[in-house]
């Protein structure tokens, strides 16, 4: 047997793999977890911020509101497993109404995000038990051994299900659900379908935030992986296509052009673009469709007053 042989691909040749298989097809489109680089965290971290950028502050508002509903539902002792670390203010917001959980699982694939989180939730909540797993929550990850007298509450705060596609967003929550087991429960963010000048000013901010997080893609690439994009070749635009029901970010080349990444040289028209993430919105009733396909029961959901965000809680 042979030591240099590994099983797995090494994280930087399954990056080169997506991005070379992504910008290869006809429509080209790159892998939106690849947005979060540490610079695209702290990005995305300011996006939250923004005048424009309404999910942050209106699922913040909604948890705060309804936390000691949400914690009277979800009962004692649950191991509360976050899918994505994030900046942790809402899941503090929550912790604080937990009626004496068991654990705090944040399962992120940035350390430098997941200690961050860390930090901030156990200096508020010191005798906090804190288990965090370094991962990408999308694929191959085992749950560290919790308390087995602790019901599963999985938390997945932000409308990031809406970077699923439908089908695979179906298939995400059942293997949840699964996981979970009989006495599961999660606790879901989702954005809502709205008026498209709503959304489109969302993901067009006057500051010009979204379109260095979306840049900075390519910026990564040019990095990681030894490639030549001009950034002031391309440039961001957000647009609702309401056929999908989804937010689409696109790299537009602004000429025609051609770069370089190894092995390959990738050819781009004036005008082309590059989806990097699909951010799906859901009505009511499609949502609540969606939860059901992935054998979730729908316990109860909170909309602010404006109708533009809903917060679900289901159990299994
Ligand atoms: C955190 C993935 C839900 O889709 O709204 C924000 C990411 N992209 N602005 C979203 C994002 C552009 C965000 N999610």
Redesign the pocket.
């Known amino acids: 047997m042979s030591l240099d042989t590994t099983p797995f691909p090494s994280p930087a040749s399954r990056f080169l793999a997506d991005v070379v298989d992504g910008l290869t097809r006809s429509q080209k489109y790159l892998p939106?977890k690849y947005l979060y680089d540490d610079r695209g965290s702290q990005l995305?971290n300011a996006?939250c911020e923004l005048p424009e950028?309404y999910?942050t502050r209106t699922e913040l508002a909604l948890t705060e509101r309804f936390a000691p509903e949400i914690a009277q539902r979800i009962g004692e002792s649950a191991n509360l497993i976050e899918l994505g670390a994030g900046s942790g203010t809402k899941t503090r917001a929550l912790l604080a109404h937990l009626e004496d959980p068991a654990a705090y699982i944040p399962v992120d694939i940035s350390s430098h995000e997941l200690s961050r989180c860390v930090r901030a939730i156990s200096s508020q909540f010191p005798q906090l038990t804190v288990k965090p797993v370094v991962a990408d929550y999308t694929g191959d990850w085992s749950l560290p051994r919790l308390a087995r007298s602790a019901r599963s509450l999985f938390y997945f705060p932000?409308?990031?299900i809406?970077?699923f596609e439908p089908a695979a967003a179906r298939d995400f929550l059942a293997q949840k659900a699964a996981l979970a087991g009989n006495d599961g429960a999660l606790l879901i963010g989702v954005?809502l379908k709205k008026d498209p000048a709503i959304l489109e000013a969302?993901?067009n901010d006057r500051a010009g935030i979204?379109a260095e997080?979306n840049l900075n893609l390519l910026r990564r690439i040019n990095r990681e992986l030894n490639a030549d994009f001009a950034l002031h070749d391309f440039r961001h635009q957000?647009v609702y296509n309401a056929e999908e029901g989804r937010?689409e970010?696109h790299l537009i080349s602004v000429r025609d052009q051609q770069i370089a990444l190894p092995g390959h040289t990738i050819e781009f028209q004036k005008g082309e673009s590059i989806i990097t993430?699909h951010?799906y919105k859901y009505a009511i009733q499609e949502f609540a469709r969606l939860a059901e396909d992935s054998h979730w029961r729908t316990r109860s959901f909170w909309i602010d007053p404006d109708g533009l965000f809903s917060l679900w809680y289901l159990e299994t």
């Open positions: 939106c995305f996006i950028y999910p932000g409308s990031t809406g970077n954005d969302a993901y979204t997080f957000a937010v970010m993430e951010s």
